[in-house]
C-alpha cells in the first residue's frame, strides 16, 4: 500500500514538473534537505528516511549540490575524529548558510554521526503539489538572502578559492506569476 501511495504522488509530481518545463522551461528537482550521500555516509538511516524530499527549482538544486559535497567532506572529516574547532566553525557556517538562504533546516550532531533533523517530512506526508507552489518563489527568495550573507561566512564554509560564492551571486529571479497561474 505505501509503495502504491508513493508512486501515485511521484507520478501526481511528474506530470506537473513536465508541464512546467513544456511550458514555462522551468522545472523543479526532488531534494534531500540533508544529502542522500550525506544520509547514506551516516548509516542507521531506515529505507524510509533516505525518502525525504522537498521539490525545489532546479537551479537551487545545482548549488545545492555544492553545499552538500562540502558538508560531506566536512562529516567525513568528524566522522575520523577530526574535531578541530576549524573544522566545527565550517560546519556551522554551512549549517547557517544553508538556514539563511532557505534551503536546508537539517541538523546533524557535532560528531557528525546522528541525524537530529531531516528537514523533511516522510515522504507520504508530503505534499508534492503544495511543496512546489510553496517553493516556487525560493529562487528570488534566495537572491534576496545572500544580501544578508557576510563575504567571510561564505569564506569560512567553503575556503576562500572556492567558486560556490560565484556561482550564487549568478541567480537569476523567475516570473513567478506566470508559473503560480498555471497551479
Do not use: C, W
Amino acid at each position: 500500500k505505501k509503495y502504491d501511495a508513493a508512486m501515485k504522488k511521484l507520478s501526481q509530481y511528474n506530470k506537473i514538473n513536465n508541464e512546467l518545463k513544456k511550458v514555462f522551461g522551468f522545472n523543479f528537482e526532488l531534494d534531500h534537505p540533508l544529502s542522500f550521500q550525506n544520509l547514506k555516509n551516516i548509516g542507521n538511516v531506515s529505507p524510509e528516511n533516505l525518502l525525504r524530499v522537498t521539490p525545489i527549482p532546479k537551479d537551487i538544486n545545482r548549488i545545492k549540490i555544492g553545499l552538500d559535497g562540502t558538508y560531506n567532506n566536512i562529516l567525513s572529516a568528524l566522522r575520523s575524529g577530526d574535531t578541530s574547532p576549524a573544522l566545527l566553525k565550517q560546519k556551522k557556517a554551512i549549517e547557517s548558510i544553508a538556514s539563511k538562504l532557505g534551503i536546508g533546516e537539517f541538523k546533524v550532531s557535532k560528531t557528525g554521526d546522528k541525524i537530529l533533523s531531516f528537514g523533511a517530512k516522510p515522504f507520504l506526508k508530503t505534499d508534492l503539489i503544495g511543496g512546489m507552489q510553496e517553493n516556487i518563489h525560493l529562487q528570488n527568495q534566495i537572491a534576496k538572502n545572500l544580501e544578508n550573507i557576510e563575504l567571510n561566512e561564505l569564506e569560512t564554509a567553503f575556503g576562500k578559492k572556492s567558486k560556490m560564492p560565484a556561482s550564487l551571486k549568478k541567480l537569476k529571479p523567475v516570473d513567478t506569476k506566470k508559473i503560480l497561474k498555471f497551479f
